[in-house]
């Protein structure tokens, strides 16, 4: 019982910290929660969390994306609170709900809701009441199972109704628990910790595909024009990070080693003693950890092909690993490899992703190598099975919208967007963000009207929302691509150059000014802006030499447009639907070593 308070109460701790400060998290899992070097636990990956919008993320963003990654139900299914699961309006308690079920896993090994299929498991999130914990684990006491029973209840207002009752419920009964403990010791007595085996297995093989996610940055392209610079930071409020990953390892005596890897945008040097340290532990681990942990260092520094060839290692030690079948594809898709992609993926049977978080990220890489290998009609074959899947994933139908746009289907694209407009806004993924992507795809296949209205229904998006939306960094810059998309030249500048002001050396802000300078004759301006560019430091990801290339395109620049890109993608950046629709190339397409650059290698 010690184990898993030492556990529970700083999860419970730390979740009310977040809402102390006014955010819902709403996607509470284990995957999201860590343990440093040091033993403090955090709660990360707030891409989901009410009241905030990140920067250079997945959707509209992410990354992760990259990621964050979120590309996943609005809170992973397995620990969606009841009122998520019926779409309703959520509050703080949504997390006490996830919570609940965390804590029941922690406690008995076994989720408390279950079932064959995403849907299956909602119907029992909704209909079951599980079997009390003390009944699965006689180590728990019967006052910390009511304690989990009452975060489990179906109606929000018959919960405990704050993350820090919890955690205060919880340091009482340490107390107790102590008091006891010292009694039956003193008596001769051992006391043993009683945490289910399951526990121990909690941040393995996905934490590891998030961490993958966070070092690459064709995450971040997939619904973005440029990754802006934003401040780094630990905390929970913090809402311009690239959400923060951890690999955990175990050596081959079992016992456990946690690293914690940062690669916020803003501190490399983090992840760099991250792996730093991790390489100090090197002998310590088996075959395959030792080659993830070469993968990790690879794709870290940029080098894609090498990233993918340490993949390739580990898939040899452990043919039947999701994660690492996962990883091959997303790598060799980055790699403009997607034929490779989706041979690597026809080995594992596709209902085995069904039931796990990496499973709409998978759908939507196979619908990414589709659309680069121009089979439109696969590509919305795999975007409808996705949404059918997970029906109220912004992922997927995002990949449909975009697939409906290569087609030139304009009318059930329209039919599409309607309904994603009913959608919620899911943390950083907005139903303007899916919009926009379906726009861009619209020009790149000729249809330059409809591509304009739809742009400015993004735009209106925005403009619709309660005024402190566009408060953040992150939001002002989502609708200046808007407004770039819609042609709205002026209001699109106006802004760029506000957040320039803000950070002057973000390579996405410097780039959109430059080329809302070009587009408007400004050639003097445009050229000042490249400039600035060339005078920053490249990144392992490629994206200063990316804004770079697009800017030069603009400009006219053909020959220096393509050489720039061709360096980007030497410096790791990945190949995307976004890059095969950005409206920056217009100028390229039909240039033949753009074309060559460009064509599928794979």
Not at 540 to 558: C, F, K, N, S, W
Request: hydrophobic share 40%; net charge neutral; proline share 4%.
């Amino acid at each position: 019982m010690q184990t898993f308070l030492q556990i529970a109460i700083p999860l419970a701790d730390a979740v009310a910290a977040a809402h102390a400060r006014g955010i819902t998290h709403r996607d509470l899992k284990p995957a999201n929660v860590m343990m440093t070097t040091d033993g403090r636990l955090k709660v990360l990956d707030f891409g989901l969390a009410k009241l905030a919008e990140t920067s250079g993320g997945l959707i509209d963003v992410a990354p992760t994306e990259f990621l964050t990654g979120t590309g996943q139900i609005l809170g992973t299914v397995a620990y969606m609170s009841s009122e998520q699961a019926e779409g309703k309006t959520v509050d703080h308690r949504t997390d006490l709900f996830s919570l609940g079920i965390m804590l029941y896993e922690l406690a008995t090994g076994e989720r408390p809701f279950k079932g064959d299929s995403n849907a299956s498991v909602l119907s029992s999130i909704l209909r079951d009441t599980p079997p009390p914990v003390s009944d699965l684990n006689a180590g728990i006491p019967r006052p910390i199972a009511r304690l989990i029973s009452r975060c489990l209840e179906k109606t929000p207002s018959d919960r405990l109704q704050s993350a820090l009752d919890l955690k205060h419920e919880l340091e009482d009964l340490r107390t107790d628990a102590t008091s006891n403990i010292s009694a039956s010791s003193a008596a001769g007595d051992r006391p043993q910790a009683s945490v289910a085996p399951r526990q121990r297995s909690w941040i393995k093989s996905l934490a590891l595909v998030v961490l993958a996610l966070a070092l690459g940055a064709g995450a971040y392209g997939v619904w973005t024009r440029w990754r802006p610079v934003s401040a780094t930071s630990e905390d929970a409020s913090s809402t311009a990070s690239v959400p923060v990953t951890v690999k955990r390892f175990e050596n081959r005596t079992g016992d456990s080693k946690t690293v914690l890897a940062y690669r916020n945008m803003g501190n490399r040097e983090g992840a760099r003693e991250a792996l730093d340290r991790m390489s100090a532990m090197r002998d310590r681990w088996d075959p395959k950890q030792q080659a993830l942990l070469e993968f990790l260092v690879h794709a870290h520094n940029g080098r894609l092909l090498d990233a993918l060839k340490a993949l390739r290692e580990a898939e040899k030690l452990d043919p039947a690993d999701l994660s690492t079948n996962y990883l091959i594809g997303f790598y060799a898709v980055r790699l403009n490899r997607p034929q490779e992609e989706i041979d690597q993926y026809s080995k594992i049977n596709a209902d085995a992703w069904d039931s796990v978080t990496v499973g709409t990220w998978r759908y939507a890489r196979l619908a990414t190598a589709n659309h680069l290998l121009g089979r439109h009609d696969e590509e919305l074959k795999v975007a409808t099975l996705a949404r059918e899947t997970f029906p109220t994933s912004f992922l997927s139908r995002n990949d449909e919208l975009i697939a409906l746009a290569a087609l030139g289907r304009t009318d059930d694209l329209r039919r599409a967007v309607d309904n994603t407009l009913t959608m919620a806004t899911q943390g950083v993924a907005t139903p303007a963000g899916s919009m926009r992507s379906a726009a861009e795809e619209l020009r790149a296949h000729g249809h330059r009207a409809e591509s304009i209205d739809l742009a400015r229904r993004s735009v209106a998006w925005y403009r619709n929302r309660p005024a402190d939306f566009l408060t953040s960094a992150a939001s002002r810059f989502s609708l200046a691509l808007s407004l770039y998309d819609a042609e709205e030249w002026a209001e699109a500048g106006s802004i760029a150059s506000a957040l320039i002001k803000e950070q002057p050396g973000s390579s996405a802000y410097l780039g959109l000014a430059g080329a809302i300078a070009a587009r408007m004759g400004d050639r003097a301006a445009a050229m000042k802006q490249a400039a600035a560019l060339s005078r920053l430091a490249p990144e392992p990801d490629g994206i200063v030499e990316l804004a770079r290339a697009q800017l030069a395109a603009v400009l006219g620049q053909r020959e220096r447009a393509v050489e720039l890109l061709r360096n980007s993608f030497a410096r790791g950046l990945s190949m995307s639907t976004a890059l095969h629709r950005q409206m920056d190339f217009e100028s390229l397409r039909g240039f033949a070593p753009f074309d060559e650059l460009m064509k599928p290698k794979g």
